[in-house]
């Protein structure tokens, strides 16, 4: 029944997301910047959460969220040009490129459900985020708000992702309490719950 959840879906190299799998967004506070907006409801959730991480004077920020997999094909073709410039062939050009950026309807961030977030501790999109007041916040009440470390330190073989800290999914509450609770990365949990 958790599977039957469209917030359960899973996108990664292997699973692209289905043509049919639509949405609304919102914006999540910022009007004039490009991406910052989520699925309606991981939107509402994320602002709860950004409003309770500052009564507690920890500031979160939306650096990116949804991305429509036009804007996903864009960056994926942009990067594979680059590598062809090199000297790549199309093959080789088109899996380098993969490494870097998920060619369009495989990453996460084309179902609106996925948020980088930084902070003005830390306004890059790098591991360094991992010692700010910000990410202490989130590893620690993220989950009551529906949200989970998509890519967690010791998961690389199973998610195929580096360790990112900035990279938050939302799930729901409900599945993220289950998700953490069970220790796993969401392939692992999904995995788990199929061979029930």
Not at 106 to 125: F, I, K, Q, R, V
Request: net charge negative.
């Amino acid at each position: 029944a958790m599977l039957a959840d469209p917030l359960m879906i899973l996108v990664n190299h292997t699973n692209k997301m289905p043509e049919n799998y639509t949405f609304e967004t919102a914006e999540c506070g910022s009007k004039t910047a490009v991406n910052k907006t989520l699925q309606t409801v991981a939107c509402n959730a994320f602002l709860e959460l950004q409003k309770a991480a500052a009564a507690e004077n920890v500031t979160v920020w939306m650096q990116s969220g949804y991305r429509s997999v036009d804007y996903q094909k864009n960056l994926y073709d942009q990067k594979t040009q680059y590598f062809r410039n090199k000297g790549l062939s199309e093959a080789e050009a088109k899996k380098q490129a993969a490494n870097i950026v998920n060619p369009p309807g495989y990453s996460e961030h084309n179902c609106g459900l996925a948020a980088d977030l930084n902070s003005p501790e830390h306004t890059d999109l790098t591991e360094g985020f991992e010692n700010t007041e910000a990410f202490r916040w989130l590893s620690a009440h993220a989950v009551e708000y529906g949200f989970i470390l998509r890519y967690p330190k010791n998961a690389e073989a199973v998610t195929e992702i580096t360790y990112e800290p900035w990279h938050w999914r939302y799930v729901g509450v409900e599945n993220a309490l289950a998700i953490r609770a069970s220790g796993l990365s969401l392939e692992e949990f999904i995995a788990l719950q199929r061979a029930d």
